[in-house]
């Protein structure tokens, strides 16, 4: 049975950082590209960060410059690193496990910024 699990959401200030985790079970979780997504209340879900299984990451221009995705093979674990963080990045977020037609999904955890 495949699980993905995400972890790490909080309440973090304006300019604050945090870090989410994702682990993976029940995949060859090395042949995955892994990503991360976010949804807003009223909004679409939306691309944050991927990383495919040779390590090449990608971003939304949105958050360029401020968060770093990361996998350990040996853990089964993606990483979202996030520095200053904005009000905007308010919004749940999703870990995602794709490999040829295969794609899994995470339930989310819930990142709120605010003072």
């Known amino acids: 049975q495949v699980q993905v699990v995400e972890s790490g959401g909080d309440l973090v200030q304006p300019g604050g950082s945090l870090r989410l985790s994702c682990a993976a079970s029940g995949i060859i979780f090395s042949i995955y590209s892994m990503g991360w997504y976010r949804q807003a209340p009223g909004k679409q879900r939306e691309l944050v960060a991927t990383?495919?299984?040779?390590?090449?990451?990608n971003y939304a221009d949105s958050v360029k410059g401020r968060f770093t995705i990361a996998r350990d093979n040996a853990k089964n674990t993606v990483y979202l690193q996030m520095n200053s963080l904005k009000p905007g990045d308010t919004a749940v977020y999703y870990c995602?496990?794709?490999?040829?037609?295969?794609?899994?999904w995470g339930q989310g955890t819930q990142v709120t910024v605010s003072s």
């Open positions: 995602n496990a794709q490999w040829l037609y295969e794609n899994y």
């Open positions: 990383i495919t299984s040779g390590g090449s990451a």
